[in-house]
């Protein structure tokens, strides 16, 4: 299904402009020969600064480091970083700019049980919402945690869009998230003892603190086997977290 849409956004990269709608400039080096070492290493390095900056709530770098990661990355890997420019601009209160990244950044994957958008009169504002709320209900089953980005965008649009409850419903989501991440990401890093199962046990206890025992079941679940980390759709932090970063 990915496949589909990058011919999609790269055809959308061939008619940029400055305009509001369009959510940033095809980076000049794009289309040049790539040092694929070279470059990857940059782009990694971008990416983790942007990442870190976006979990520490420092929108304004985030914006600024996932802008300079288009330079160093393929074709095939700018709807990645579009859909993070849009989650990072909603949370600066440019809607416009959020809009078009999230919807550029393609559709994605639609889940078996899909949660539908509410009634938004603005029809990106919902088309970016619905996106967002995808993401969320396809990385459920494996990363709860990693969502607090898609669920603090949406509060965001949902606010500016005056839905106020909805607003209120997603941040909290968000933030009890972000607390759940952090803490699966401080027990990975822990030297020797490091393991997926503590990560997952640091996670649940943040849920069981926050009542969200259903959240916090989904990861008990896993702690008897703990299979191998599959790709997370729309964002791969964990990857090279497990590679050893």
């Not at 290493?41 to 520490?56: H, M, N, S, V």
């Not at 607390?179 to 393991?195: I, P």
């Not at 649940?204 to 299979?227: F, G, K, M, N």
């Amino acid at each position: 299904m990915r496949g589909l849409f990058f011919t999609a956004v790269v055809s959308l990269l061939c008619v940029f402009s400055a305009d509001a709608q369009t959510c940033a400039s095809r980076p000049r080096n794009w289309h040049e020969p790539r040092n694929s070492n070279g470059n990857d290493k940059k782009y990694l390095r971008k990416r983790i600064a942007a990442d870190e900056a976006f979990r520490g709530g420092k929108y304004s770098r985030a914006l600024a480091e996932y802008h300079q990661s288009l330079g160093a990355q393929d074709e095939g890997g700018f709807p990645e970083v579009y859909f993070k420019l849009g989650e990072t601009y909603a949370l600066l209160g440019n809607f416009d700019k959020a809009y078009a990244c999230v919807i550029e950044s393609g559709p994605g994957k639609v889940p078996s049980s899909r949660v539908m958008a509410p009634a938004i009169p603005d029809p990106r504002a919902k088309d970016a919402s619905q996106i967002l709320l995808d993401t969320i209900q396809v990385n459920l089953p494996r990363y709860p945690y990693e969502t607090f980005p898609e669920y603090l965008a949406l509060a965001a649009i949902f606010r500016h869009a005056g839905l106020a409850a909805q607003a209120q419903s997603a941040e909290e989501e968000g933030r009890i998230n972000r607390e759940a991440a952090n803490a699966w990401h401080a027990a990975l890093v822990q030297g020797e003892h490091a393991s997926l199962a503590a990560a997952d046990r640091a996670a649940i206890d943040v849920y069981e603190r926050s009542h969200r025992p259903e959240t916090a079941a989904i990861l008990r679940s896993q702690l008897s086997s703990e299979p191998p980390l599959p790709p997370r759709r729309r964002s791969w932090w964990v990857n090279w977290v497990i590679g050893g970063w």
